[in-house]
């Protein structure tokens, strides 16, 4: 019961995007190699796909060669997957886990994630593109540890809880110790959601009043705290790119979302997508500075966007889907996720542009 309260925090802080947003997969297709495809396109590609024997599947994740990770139910238990450029899908499960979930992969495909013990306990893990998994266990997290993100070093961050149960974030470098940190005032708990090649981790830390904020922890440890204009209930950062840019949501006091990109030098620009009348939510930035996510229209349909650098908008709908929530973007733009079907169903896709 505790690992579940510690995860759901981490929910609620927006850290693993996906995980409750189960998904029904549809047919298996090809992936484009994009090569140096510009990002803007006519006629974008947008492929389905699934584990075999899955009922639930997600996307989390999605590399420079188009090789995306995520995880699926077989109606009992989730396991992860990894699905490769040329279509093949290798399922896995680490090692003692009952439940696997991913949450990134690298360049090179090593894949972060979580999974739960037979007693329900969360743990971390790494796997390699060999396939080989190694454990990720903050010292004294007694009641969970979950991984957020991966860097191109394998670098990785995330959070964890011991027997206050207040979540707390942790970095731990490539074959290095493990540093745990919290940001001053986060009385409830601090959240990290991402980290970049600098070792930049940005994520949310709740105050005593349960309102969420933002933060970013530079190399040296040094943390700052940041609210977007006009937040007054809440500020969610979901993504970091290797410029120490920022993006994520923001509530103002009618309980409504809207987006934001934070500069490395701390400006933030606030944003809603042409259509987004009843929220636009973004989940991540690629390294030149693209952010994707979803907006909700007049009807509460939710769209996929993808928001350029100069504020240029561009739509993604899923043939036939009432919601289309993308999750991660990679650096030529490709763009992984969620979509709702009537049903209800709910499939994964690839948007190659």
Do not use: Q
């Not at 990894?82 to 990134?104: C, K, L, W, Y």
């Not at 743990?123 to 390699?128: C, N, T």
């Not at 923001?250 to 944003?271: E, M, Q």
Request: glycine share 14%; aromatic share 10%.
């Amino acid at each position: 019961m505790k690992t579940k309260i510690f995860r759901n925090l981490f929910l609620n802080a927006g850290v693993l995007l996906a995980f409750t947003r189960l998904l029904t997969a549809g047919p298996n297709d090809g992936v484009l190699d994009l090569g140096d495809t510009p990002l803007c396109h006519s006629h974008p590609t947008l492929i389905t796909f699934a584990p075999p024997g899955s009922t639930l599947t997600s996307a989390t994740g999605i590399n420079p060669d188009n090789v995306i990770t995520g995880f699926y139910s077989d109606g009992f238990h989730y396991h992860g997957f990894v699905r490769m450029s040329s279509g093949a899908i290798v399922t896995f499960d680490a090692p003692g886990g009952v439940n696997t979930t991913t949450s990134a992969i690298n360049p090179a495909g090593a894949i972060v994630g979580t999974y739960d013990d037979a007693n329900l306990v969360s743990h971390g893990f790494v796997r390699a593109p060999d396939g080989s998994f190694a454990a990720v266990d903050v010292p004294g997290a007694t009641h969970g540890t979950i991984v957020a993100g991966i860097t191109p070093t394998r670098a990785i961050t995330g959070g964890y809880t011991d027997d206050s149960l207040v979540a707390r974030g942790f970095l731990r470098t490539p074959n290095g110790p493990f540093v745990t940190f919290e940001v001053p005032g986060a009385v409830n708990g601090t959240y990290c959601s991402g980290i970049n090649p600098a070792l930049v981790i940005t994520g949310s830390w709740y105050d005593s009043n349960s309102v969420f904020h933002g933060f970013v922890r530079a190399a040296n440890g040094t943390i700052t705290t940041f609210d977007a204009p006009g937040a007054v209930n809440g500020t969610v950062p979901t993504g970091i790119n290797p410029a120490g840019v920022i993006t994520g949501s923001w509530v103002d006091s009618n309980s409504l979302p809207h987006g934001f990109v934070r500069a490395a030098d701390g400006t933030i620009t606030t944003f809603d997508t042409p259509a987004g009348v009843n929220g636009t939510g973004p989940t991540a930035i690629n390294p030149r500075g693209y952010v994707t996510g979803t907006y909700d229209d007049a009807n509460f349909i939710g769209h996929g966007f993808v928001r350029a650098p100069d504020g240029t908008f561009t739509t993604i709908d899923a043939p036939g889907g009432l919601y289309t929530g993308p999750t991660a973007i990679n650096p030529t733009g490709a763009v992984t996720g969620y979509y709702y079907t009537p049903g209800p169903r709910i499939h994964s896709f690839g948007w190659m542009p």
